[in-house]
């Protein structure tokens, strides 16, 4: 009973152990397993990360070229970091804030070596080809290269 | 891991020789491998040696197998019959056979005959 | 007056869904009948999956618990398939599992004080707690799904500055958990509350076969750390700790000195560190039609794996059997006849997971 | 032309202006108390005017109602509570002040057992024998006063000898003030004796039921009540207000410790512990007072 006297004696003038959470931000420890960001110059769109995610969060499309990424259902294990055989996917240290909306991040794959743009590449090429014997150039326009663009879906309420 | 095949009613010797003995029960487990049920049961002898694996197969014919309860000799093993019955469909004589599960769903774990 | 009170699904003790149903004459509890199954989420089923995936999957199981989950699970998978792991990977793991054992026992004791309307320990318990939360999030980047364990090994080492700074945990750690100790030994209404409730007796610990606190407390010596030696315990030997009482107040002394014992492997396991090789990390096989148990000593109690291989990618067949599991039968004999405000109480002091439970 | 050494200032005017502000004060009380044990527990707690906070939004607040009488029974409540402190701070009869109080309790008995929920039926019978427990202390310690001023009214307490200076209860009655402090617990709803509203036990004993404005009068008379207890100390040094407000301050500060160093204690215990040792200092201080011949027929 004494000791717990003492104990709440000593509470009384420290300082509060607490915070006021969204006024003063948690600070991480260094090394905090985080959200996870692809690389679009490096990725060989093999599909692998899809296959091993266990969330199921990771979406290739390769018709697109591009990676969808559903933030809010990744549950940050760093699994896909491991089996990456390109080292394009890297964990960082910063958390994505609580969000009402289901935050969705699609990266551009701009990786000339993946299998499926040469393929892509290659016929263009060939088509072009085709196309500048008979007659002028002016086939389709090179897509937008855009690195990466955060869509917000939302859901309806 | 080795495990000792016996037949139902030589289950019921086993569990009373190792319940005379003061062994402990861990655990129930059943497997589905599609023409048969396998129920094993694991033993711990208490206060040391190695654990005690025993099987019986039941064969399967169409969601009326029954086993036989464990359960008057060992009370520990209530919510595993309980499980492995609502689990896998089959009856074990003596529990209620539903602890987990509702009434709607039936045998998850079960598999279909090859 | 015979009422029957719904004690759950729903209710501030506990924080997950279980229910008693409670027949009481006044304030004495006359019969008890126990319901689970509120957040069965099929994981057995779920189980039959990529085995990579699985140690994901099995730290979902429990909230607590998760190293102690994927240990398992990693080491059942890691059986069938004839896996032995680097050295280092298994002083990370055993040093892992003790640190959580440290915050489980630290949680289990403050709800159990909570449970009785000790507010100020409850939340001095929490406190302490989050040191052990920091330290994991140093040491494995999260604080509470750890994901360190894959088939094979851990992935991420624990390097010499960390294992100064887990030194210096320790020293921490044990001082604030005397501190701990003094309040609750010495506590008078405390010992008048717990002293004496809900008393389980020896025979009836051997007959329903508990594990973990509850069967120690109970004068059982029952740990699978000394049984039935896993990871590194075959070096570090564990005695069991044990009170005769079996009542709420040896269950809970149980844990809190189990605190010093936790710590004390901890301080065992560091130096082990410095001479293990560098590696962490076997590159796991294929897996064979093989099945595999295995069993961990989780804060709460014997834990259970059973595994089984088919010739592919995916298992076959996950049995998990938890602590809570082999515990549930033992709280209908001790509610039966106890007063209505000790109900709480004794269903708290077993540790209940329901999680783990319900799977 | 009315100053301040005036009897109506003091018998009307200061009563009614207390009355008015005692929900105010009580419930700044709370505040304090939830700010102080959040240090206690070093966490920062709510502001001080929480309380008052919680109040608004309850009555902003959609009402599920469960049946009408037990509506009719929490402002039942609520009046009993204000009609006992109202008696109280216009110096009526302290015996009428403690049936009074006691029937508040009553009332919230009442509406325990008039829902059909089993936690508030708990909650009922365990506030019912909270209250078999603290009033026969209450009543006794009132027989006390009775026994040393002469009357039960509360103006006696000032001038029980005319002509003689008047001695404060303190001096005569310091026993009885401790068995006081003992079942303040009780009726400040707090740790070791807060057995109604164990709210891990019984979710929230008889005010389960309650919603939206109705759990707002409930605690509008919670607030009246923690001013009527400490009010009822502070009779106990009448003379001096600095003394007065101390003794009150103590005796809040004396909860606020008492509820963060013990653990919730059962039904039975309470009864034994409060009955043993509560009956022992009243008649300790019996035997001071027969002894010392303080007592006036």
């Known amino acids: 009973m004494l000791k717990i006297l003492a104990n709440i004696g000593k509470n009384l003038i420290s300082k509060p152990y607490t ?13 905090v397993r985080a959200d996870v960001t692809f690389d679009g110059t490096k990725c060989i769109l093999c599909g692998l990360c899809q296959r091993s995610c266990p969330a199921e969060c990771i979406l290739i499309h390769k018709e697109q070229e591009q990676i969808e990424y559903l933030n809010t259902q990744c549950i940050r294990c760093g699994y896909c970091v491991r089996v990456c055989p390109t080292n394009a996917i890297s964990q960082n240290e910063v958390y994505t804030k609580p969000s009402r909306q289901r935050l969705t991040v699609y990266t551009k794959v701009t990786n000339e070596n993946a299998p499926v743009i040469k393929k892509r590449m290659a016929a263009e090429a060939a088509k072009k080809a085709a196309a500048e014997k008979p007659a002028t150039a002016g086939t389709g326009p090179a897509k937008p290269a855009g690195e ?4 917000e879906k939302k859901t309806s309420a | 891991m080795d495990v000792k095949t016996v037949t ?6 086993v569990a009373r020789r190792l319940r005379a003995a003061g062994t402990r029960l861990i655990t129930i487990v059943g497997y589905d491998s599609g023409d048969t049920i396998q129920v094993s049961y694991f033993f711990q002898p208490f206060p040391e040696g190695k654990a005690e694996t025993y099987r019986v197969v039941v064969p399967k014919h169409g969601g009326n197998e029954e086993v036989e309860s464990i359960t008057p000799i060992f009370p520990a093993a209530y919510i595993a019959e309980n499980e492995l019955a609502e689990m896998f469909g089959v009856h074990v004589k003596g529990v209620p056979g539903r602890f987990f599960l509702h009434e709607s769903i039936n045998a998850p774990l079960r598999r279909k005959a090859p | 007056m015979k009422t029957t009170i719904q004690f759950g699904p729903q209710h501030p003790v506990w924080v997950e869904p279980l229910r008693l149903k409670l027949t009481m004459d006044g304030e004495i509890v006359k019969d008890c009948e126990l319901e689970a199954g509120f957040c069965h989420r099929g994981l057995e089923k779920k189980f039959e999956w990529d085995y990579n995936k699985g140690a994901y999957l099995s730290e979902r199981i429990c909230g607590i618990c998760t190293q102690h989950h994927s240990t398992c699970y990693c080491t059942a998978v890691e059986g069938t398939m004839g896996l032995e ?14 640190l959580e054992r440290l915050h489980s026992h630290l949680l289990a004791i403050g709800l159990t004080l909570e449970s009785i309307g000790f507010e100020n320990l409850f939340m001095l318990c929490f406190r302490n707690r989050e040191i052990v939360l920091d330290m994991f999030e140093r040491t494995t980047g999260n604080r509470v799904l750890h994901g360190i364990n894959i088939v094979g090994g851990v992935i991420r080492n624990i390097g010499p500055e960390m294992a100064k700074e887990l030194e210096d945990f320790c020293d921490i750690m044990e001082k604030r958990c005397l501190d701990l100790k003094d309040m609750i030994l010495k506590s008078y209404t405390i010992r008048e509350r717990m002293q004496g409730v809900g008393v389980m007796s020896e025979q009836l610990a051997r007959d329903l076969c508990v594990v973990g606190p509850v069967a120690r407390g109970s004068n059982v010596p029952y740990d699978i750390r000394a049984v039935a030696p896993y990871v590194l315990y075959n070096e570090i030997k564990v005695k069991p700790i044990v009170e005769t009482s079996g009542d709420c107040w040896a269950r809970s002394v149980v844990r809190v000195r189990e ?19 560098e590696d962490i990390f076997a590159k796991s096989k294929t897996l064979p039609e093989k099945e595999y148990f295995t069993r961990v000593e989780a804060p709460r109690g014997e834990l259970f794996y059973y595994a089984k291989g088919k010739k592919s990618k995916e298992m076959d067949r996950i049995k998990v059997r938890t602590s809570t599991y082999g515990n549930g039968p033992g709280f209908v004999p001790l509610i039966k006849g106890s007063h209505l405000a000790d109900v709480g109480l004794i269903t708290i002091t077993f540790d209940p997971c329901i999680g783990c439970f319900d799977r | 032309m009315i100053t301040l050494d005036d009897p109506i200032i003091w018998k009307i005017a200061f009563p009614a202006v207390m009355l008015i502000l005692a929900p105010i004060i009580g419930g700044l009380l709370i505040g304090i108390d939830r700010k102080l044990t959040a240090r206690l527990q070093n966490r920062a707690g709510p502001p001080i005017v929480q309380p008052f906070y919680d109040v608004l939004k309850l009555f902003g607040k959609e009402d599920k109602i469960v049946n009408k009488t037990y509506l009719v029974f929490a402002v039942a409540y609520l009046l009993t509570v204000v009609l006992s402190t109202g008696l109280l701070l216009f110096h009526y009869d302290l015996l009428v002040i403690t049936f009074m109080f006691g029937l508040s309790f009553i009332f919230l008995v009442l509406a325990g057992y008039s829902v059909r929920s089993q936690f508030s039926y708990v909650g009922s019978n365990r506030e019912l024998l909270q209250m078999l427990t603290y009033e026969p202390i209450l009543l006794l ?7 040393v001023t002469g009357s039960f009214q509360i103006d006696a307490i000032w001038s029980f000898t005319e ?37 891990q036990e019984i979710a929230q004993g008889p005010v389960t039921e309650y919603t939206g404005k109705f759990l707002g009068l409930v605690t509008i008379a919670h607030f009246y009540e923690v001013f009527f207890v400490l009010w009822f100390i502070g009779l106990y040094f009448v003379q001096n207000w600095a003394v007065r407000i101390g003794l009150m301050a103590l005796a809040f500060l004396f909860s606020i410790v008492i509820d963060n160093v013990t653990a919730r204690l059962r039904v039975d215990q309470m009864i034994r512990q409060v009955y043993i040792i509560g009956l022992l200092l009243i008649i300790v201080n019996l035997a001071y007072i027969l002894i010392t011949g303080k007592w006036i027929a």
């Open chain 3, 259 to 277: 605190l010093f014992q936790s710590i004390d492997i901890i301080r065992q396991c560091i130096p082990l560190l410095a001479d293990a090789g």
């Open chain 4, 163 to 199: 002509p003689a200076k008047t001695e404060p209860l303190l001096y005569t009655l310091p026993l009885a003030l401790l068995a006081l402090f003992l079942i303040l617990p009780i009726q400040l709803r707090k740790s070791p004796y807060d057995i109604a509203e164990a709210h």
């Open chain 1, 148 to 151: 990466k663009k955060v869509d």
């Open chain 3, 85 to 98: 792991i680097p050295r280092r990977a298994a002083v990370i793991r055993t040093i892992m599992l003790e």
């Open chain 2, 8 to 13: 139902q009613q030589e289950m019921q010797d």
């Open chain 4, 141 to 147: 310690v009132v027989f006390l006063d009775r026994l």
């Open chain 1, 19 to 31: 915070s006021n959470y969204p006024f003063t931000p948690y600070q991480h420890f260094p090394g």
